[in-house]
């Protein structure tokens, strides 16, 4: 599926993933894959069908596992590796022509953590140890961890209090990660039917990608970009909480982020209002619900600043990865340097393959500029 030098390769199975058919990849007429660090990531692949079905489509059931894969630059990299949960038919009005469409959309591996509601106890674990238990229990998706220690992280005795889970694993593994303004997603591959459980603070470090270029002539990559600078982001924090081990009042507050900002003006320090929220959390020792009050900043802190773009693959000569930071340049002062790929859509048909990118960061201007050729 190329008229640009990227290829597309689909496996799909009900239990153990294998190439498409002939049949089935000649039939293939577009896809859309969706990374984000919010939430799981997912997919919509449509087929060109008789409307007496399309050959193979028993693997399109719900629940079959659908793994996508793009070759660019020779370099074949796993973009999907996800469950299908619905599926569509829209039947053509021309009995004679195969223009009738099949699509079937779901969700990466993680949407099988959110199927079962649980009522348990979890006793003598603190919240990475949770988490790791839960990933333990799919060994069937290849998940590998990249989990991150939080800075505080009480393991409480049975003497002291039980955690409890009420909900799904998925929900759970998430509720874990807010406490600390982490993040929890799966990140497909790096080879087919493996994955990566990631389980910490956004990745603001990382290996450099290519450079989006705005308004540079020859050099420009991105066909439209806009941004957006939300002064009522930032908040701090305040209030006060008894501590649990000592029924001490102790004050809550935080004024400032604590994460790796990668804007040289961020709103934090910069902006000369910002909005107040009360610390209202109880139950908790003085460690914690100070650890708990800095994710609310953090959070908060992090997308001041959004752009929202378009790229077309063949032209940036690579794959926008999200979560990851890049660097733009090209927009102007206030708006160049390194920022955070919040999300990508990856928008593949024949002939043609965009992405969509929403970037982030806590403030204007350039921080570093680190420009890979």
């Known amino acids: 599926m190329s008229k640009t030098g990227i290829y597309l390769t689909i496996w799909i199975g009900k239990d153990s993933p294998r190439p498409a058919s002939k049949e089935m990849a000649e039939a293939l007429q577009s896809v859309e894959i969706t990374h984000?660090?919010?939430?799981?990531?997912?997919?919509?692949?449509?087929f060109l069908t008789a409307n007496n079905g399309l050959k193979g489509s028993e693997d399109l059931k719900p629940f079959s596992r659908v793994i996508l894969m793009v070759t660019i630059n020779a370099v074949q990299q796993v973009m999907m590796d996800g469950i299908i949960a619905y599926q569509q038919l829209t039947p053509s009005s021309d009995p004679g022509r195969e223009s009738s469409t099949l699509?079937?959309?779901?969700?990466?591996?993680?949407?099988?953590?959110?199927?079962?509601?649980?009522?348990?106890?979890?006793?003598?674990?603190?919240?990475?140890?949770?988490?790791?238990?839960?990933?333990?229990?799919?060994?069937?998706?290849?998940?590998?961890?990249?989990?991150?220690?939080p800075e505080t992280n009480n393991r409480p005795s049975v003497e002291q209090w039980t955690p409890r889970q009420r909900g799904t694993d998925?929900?759970?593994?998430?509720?874990?990660?807010?406490?600390?303004?982490?993040?929890?997603?799966?990140?497909?591959g790096p080879k087919p039917?493996?994955?990566?459980?990631?389980?910490?603070?956004?990745?603001?470090e990382g290996g450099p990608q290519g450079v989006l270029n705005v308004n540079l002539g020859p050099d420009s990559n991105v066909e439209t970009i806009n941004f957006r600078y939300n002064a009522l982001s930032p908040v701090r924090?305040?209030?006060?909480?008894?501590?649990?081990?000592?029924?001490?009042?102790?004050?809550?507050?935080?004024?400032?982020?604590?994460?790796?900002?990668?804007?040289?003006?961020?709103?934090?320090?910069?902006?000369?209002?910002?909005?107040?929220?009360q610390f209202r959390q109880s139950g908790l020792d003085a460690r914690e619900a100070l650890a708990r009050a800095q994710a609310m900043t953090d959070r908060s802190a992090e997308e001041v600043v959004q752009a929202e773009g378009v790229i077309d693959a063949a032209r940036y000569g690579d794959l926008l990865k999200a979560r990851e930071p890049v660097d733009l340049r090209g927009a102007g002062h206030g708006y160049d340097g390194t920022w955070y790929v919040k999300s990508v859509t990856h928008n593949i048909k024949r002939?043609?393959?965009k992405q969509r990118f929403v970037l982030t960061r806590g403030g204007l201007g350039p921080k570093n500029l680190k420009v890979k050729k």
């Open 170 to 188: 998925l929900e759970l593994i998430k509720n874990l990660a807010d406490r600390y303004a982490y993040d929890f997603y799966i990140i497909p």
């Open 36 to 46: 984000s660090d919010e939430g799981r990531s997912g997919f919509e692949v449509t």
């Open 237 to 277: 924090v305040t209030g006060q909480l008894q501590d649990r081990e000592t029924n001490e009042i102790q004050p809550i507050d935080v004024t400032s982020s604590q994460r790796r900002e990668l804007s040289r003006e961020p709103a934090m320090s910069s902006q000369s209002h910002f909005r107040t929220r």
């Open 103 to 149: 699509t079937v959309t779901g969700e990466d591996v993680s949407i099988m953590m959110d199927l079962h509601e649980k009522a348990m106890p979890h006793p003598g674990q603190d919240a990475i140890t949770i988490a790791r238990s839960i990933i333990q229990k799919y060994p069937q998706y290849g998940l590998e961890e990249d989990f991150t220690d």
């Open 193 to 204: 039917k493996k994955n990566t459980a990631y389980w910490g603070p956004p990745r603001h």
């Open 351 to 353: 002939g043609e393959y």
